[in-house]
T-cell receptor
Framework: AQRVTQPEKLLSVFKGAPVELKCNYSYSGSPELFWYVQYSRQRLQLLLRHISRESIKGFTADLNKGETSFHLKKPFAQEEDSAMYYCALSPGGFKTIFGAGTRLFVKA | GAGVSQSPSNKVTEKGKDVELRCDPISGHTALYWYRQSLGQGLEFLIYFQGNSAPDKSGLPSDRFSAERTGGSVSTLTIQRTQQEDSAVYLC??????????????FGPGTRLTVT
């Protein structure tokens, strides 16, 4: 079955500390993976996608097919990074499967 | 330009009543998606449209849920005989669609449905 697992519901870090939001997926083919973010009182929006290999707002994510993971990382967390983060998998076609989300709280 | 819009923003209804939720996608976006966001449950895929057709209805939780899209634009999600477990935020998203599956989805603000 196709599934996205985000094991942490809440992650709290201090400003300036590194942060890693975990995402594991279950899919037998070559997936397309995304991270979406929802800031307080804002719409859900795309943060980054693995095919672009881009860094957005200092965040990066590497696809590890061996571990079936797509963890989101940032070396130095900022208070404005506090938000809800969703990992998502597109197995092909248009269906997208989202994880349950991780709420990141960056403390001053 | 205008983003995805949804109406109403909030809806409170009595158990057993029918509700209609509306989504206006970004102009030119051929793909349209409906999701349900429940507390602690993440985003649950409900249905997507490519143009006016819905190739994948597998996410609709029961036959009380239906959706349509007319003119390749506006979509309506209808929930009949609402139950308390239907209470959630219903999100709509649209994307360019076409042959590439990894187009970014643009989300609306959501409709918060409360069934009393």
């Amino acid at each position: 079955a196709q599934r996205v697992t985000q094991p942490e519901k809440l992650l709290s870090v201090f400003k300036g500390a590194p942060v890693e939001l975990k995402c594991n997926y279950s899919y037998s083919g070559s997936p397309e993976l995304f991270w979406y973010v929802q800031y307080s009182r804002q719409r859900l929006q795309l943060l980054l996608r693995h095919i672009s290999r881009e860094s957005i707002k200092g965040f990066t994510a590497d696809l590890n097919k061996g571990e079936t993971s797509f963890h989101l990382k940032k070396p130095f967390a900022q208070e404005e990074d506090s938000a809800m983060y969703y990992c998502a998998l597109s197995p092909g076609g248009f269906k997208t499967i989202f994880g349950a989300g991780t709420r990141l709280f960056v403390k001053a | 330009g205008a983003g995805v819009s949804q109406s109403p923003s909030n809806k409170v209804t009595e158990k057993g009543k029918d509700v209609e939720l509306r989504c206006d996608p970004i102009s030119g976006h051929t793909a349209l998606y409906w999701y349900r966001q429940s507390l602690g449950q993440g985003l649950e895929f409900l249905i997507y449209f490519q143009g006016n057709s819905a190739p994948d209805k597998s996410g609709l939780p029961s036959d009380r849920f239906s959706a349509e899209r007319t003119g390749g634009s506006v979509s309506t999600l209808t929930i009949q005989r609402t139950q308390q477990e239907d209470s959630a935020v219903y999100l709509c998203a649209s994307s360019l669609g076409g042959t590439q599956s990894s187009y970014e989805q643009y989300f609306g603000p959501g409709t918060r449905l409360t069934v009393t």
